[in-house]
Each structure stands twice: as structure tokens, then as C-alpha cells.
């Protein structure tokens, strides 16, 4: 159990940004970003460049850890701070945390509360104008701090910004360019943003709150209707991905079912009960928690559990009968219940891909 302050010698110093030969050499074979080639240094701005905090939670996922560190250190951006809270992995992660600690704002190896409390003990250590976290198992594309935090310079009336995402197996390898959120509207369900691609002024976490370290599924989505019922508004960023997210079987949103739903479900119910509710947001609350079933019922039918997927998605059309016509709802049904060929005619016949299944990795 041990923990490290802030270093003396950590980037920048004197604003001058590590390159990869300064950080300790890559695994062999390892090439690219953020191996071997870093983010161009970001562009000189005439508004001060802010201090933005990052903060790594972190527990036995080691053989992605390296890579989340690398693409944090190597994003050009002058003024940045960044906190690795690990909760007491018994994989290598304490290794690559020692290895990079001269270079790294804080970190910490102990047990902790889970995902929300490490994020938490970060972001109370960070000075930071601008707070954001990123999951041990992805890493940011080159320049998407600079261009995260040039989005909130040009707009101050925005509380928080959230940009586009890729997706990569556990190799790496891209199954997802791009996928674009929707433009924020004060009536979408703020919990289908990505959380690993959100980036907030201080104020607001300092008026609404940090995350819920009771949640452990729910907590990203939480936070942001929290910030909604205080008022604050998010902007998307424009432009391409900021985040690679890893899709993979030790991924916690590749692993929620029963669980997760009813975390979800329940902190609908909890947040439905404030008074400063929307009434349009309020009245898709049936929509959100029947489209929050069909995560786990396409992974139940992935995985070939049929019933649990019937299950699911049973319980999606009791919740809002009109989910039954959707796209991702039918493809789900024909790949579970029908079968692969029913899958494929279900896919063609809707013409869109499953992209809105994923709330979050």
C-alpha cells in the first residue's frame, strides 16, 4: 500500500512537453501512437491555457495500463496534470506505475471503494480548472485534451464538453472509427454520453458533486443528470475521436447485467423524484430504462444465453411498448431467438448497425 505526492520533476517542466525517448522505453515491438510518436505540441492560443486534470483508475488491468499513461503524457498539452489511483492490483499494474511515477502528477497503490472512489481521491488531489478521467483499458487519440479544452475556451456558457469516440478490441485493432453522440438537448438521457470522453469545469463538480461512490454502473450517467438538474449545459466537441475505447470480455459494461440494471433503474427512480426533473426529460424515463435493458440482452444472446436475453428484452417491452419497432430491439430478438440468418435479415431489413447498444465501457 503506498502512494506518491506530487513530483518534483513531473511534465511540464518550464512548459516544456516529455517526448517518447524521455519516457521509459515501450514494451518491444510496440510502435505508433503513443509508443513511439507523440501529439504535435498544441497550437499557441491568445486566451491562457488552463490547468487540466486527468485521473487513471486503475486496478488489474495492466496489460492496457502502459498504453492509457503513454497516450495522457504524449498529448502536447502544456499545462496538464495526471493522478494514477490504482486500487491494489495484483498484476503488473504496480510495476508500470513505478516505472512511470517521476512523470506522473500523483498516483497511489491501495485498496480502494471501487472505480468511483478512485476517480473521487484523484480529482480531490488535482488542481486542475478542468477535470476529466480515463479508464485503464482505453487511451486518448493525439491532441483530444487540446481540443477539449480549446472547445471550453470558445464556449464559457458550456458547464462541460464530451466528444466522439473510437472503438478497438483487446489487440487494438479498430472496430469502430468513429462514433459521433448526439448533440446535447436538455431531454436526452444524459447517461448515454460517454463518460470517457467528458471533460468539466471545476464549479460544477464543486456545486453538484463528484461521483456516487455507492454506484458502480451508474455513476458516470448519474453525475451528468445531476449536473443537468443544477443547470449546466454540455457541448460536443467537433472533430474526429478523442478516446479509443476497448471493447473486451474484462470490460466492466461487457459484464453487467441483472446488477447493472438494477443500479440503473433504481437511480432513474431516485433522480426522477427531484423536482427540478425536465418534464420532457422526465417523460422518457420509461424509453431510457427500457433501452438500458437491451445492453445486457444483446450480451445474454452473444453469449448464448437465450432465456436471459428473452428476459431482458421482455422486460424492455413492459417498460415501453414501443421499443419493440426499434432497429436494435429486432436485431436482437432475430440473433437470440430466431438465429444467426434471422440476424442477418433482421440487420438488412433496419439497416443501421447496433451501435446504440454500448452505454459505456
Known amino acids: 500500500m503506498s502512494s506518491g505526492p506530487s513530483a518534483p520533476d513531473a511534465w511540464p517542466v518550464n512548459n516544456r512537453l516529455p517526448r517518447p525517448d524521455e ?10 501512437w503513443p509508443w513511439t510518436i507523440a501529439s504535435p505540441r498544441a497550437p499557441a ?3 491562457p491555457r488552463v490547468r487540466l486534470s486527468v485521473v487513471t483508475p486503475s486496478y488489474n488491468q495492466g496489460v492496457f495500463l502502459e498504453e492509457a499513461i503513454r497516450s495522457v503524457l504524449l498529448q502536447g498539452y502544456g499545462d496538464l496534470e495526471y493522478f494514477v489511483m490504482d486500487g491494489g492490483s495484483s498484476d503488473e499494474s504496480p510495476a508500470i506505475i513505478a516505472k512511470y511515477a517521476p512523470v506522473l502528477s500523483g498516483w497511489a497503490t491501495e485498496p480502494d ?4 472512489d478512485a476517480v473521487n481521491k484523484g480529482w480531490r488531489r488535482a488542481t486542475g480548472t478542468i477535470l476529466t478521467y480515463l479508464n485503464a483499458d482505453d487511451a486518448y487519440h493525439p491532441g483530444a485534451v487540446a481540443a477539449a479544452a480549446a472547445h471550453l475556451a470558445a464556449r464559457p456558457d458550456m458547464g462541460a464538453v464530451y466528444g466522439s469516440y473510437s472503438v478497438v478490441d483487446e489487440l487494438g485493432r479498430v472496430l469502430e472509427p468513429l462514433r459521433r453522440p448526439s448533440e446535447w438537448a436538455p431531454d436526452r438521457p444524459m447517461s448515454g454520453l460517454p463518460a470517457h470522453a467528458m471533460f468539466f469545469r471545476r464549479p460544477v463538480l464543486d456545486e453538484v458533486g463528484m461521483l456516487d461512490t455507492r454506484l458502480h454502473f451508474a455513476m458516470d450517467g448519474d453525475l451528468c443528470v445531476r449536473a ?6 454540455f457541448a460536443r466537441v467537433p472533430g474526429g475521436a478523442l478516446v479509443a475505447v476497448r471493447h473486451w470480455a474484462g470490460a466492466k459494461s461487457f459484464n453487467w447485467s ?4 438494477a443500479e440503473v433503474w433504481a437511480n432513474w427512480d431516485h433522480l426522477a423524484a427531484d423536482p427540478r426533473m425536465p418534464r420532457a426529460l422526465r417523460a422518457r424515463i420509461p424509453e431510457i430504462k427500457a433501452r438500458a435493458c437491451l445492453w445486457p440482452a444483446y450480451r445474454s444472446a452473444e453469449a448464448g444465453r437465450v432465456t436471459d436475453a428473452a428476459r431482458f428484452l421482455l422486460r424492455a417491452a413492459r417498460t415501453h411498448w414501443p421499443i419493440v419497432l426499434s432497429g436494435e430491439f429486432l436485431r436482437i430478438l432475430a440473433g437470440a431467438v430466431l438465429g444467426p440468418r434471422a440476424k442477418r435479415v433482421a440487420r438488412a431489413a433496419t439497416r ?6 454500448v452505454r459505456r465501457p
Open 45 to 47: 492560443s491568445p486566451v
Open 228 to 233: 443537468v438538474l443544477a443547470g449546466v449545459r
Open 352 to 357: 443501421r448497425p447496433p451501435i446504440g447498444l
Open 258 to 261: 441483472h446488477q447493472g440494471l
Open 23 to 32: 519516457l521509459p522505453p515501450p514494451p518491444p515491438g510496440r510502435r505508433g
Open 113 to 116: 471503494g471501487g472505480q468511483s
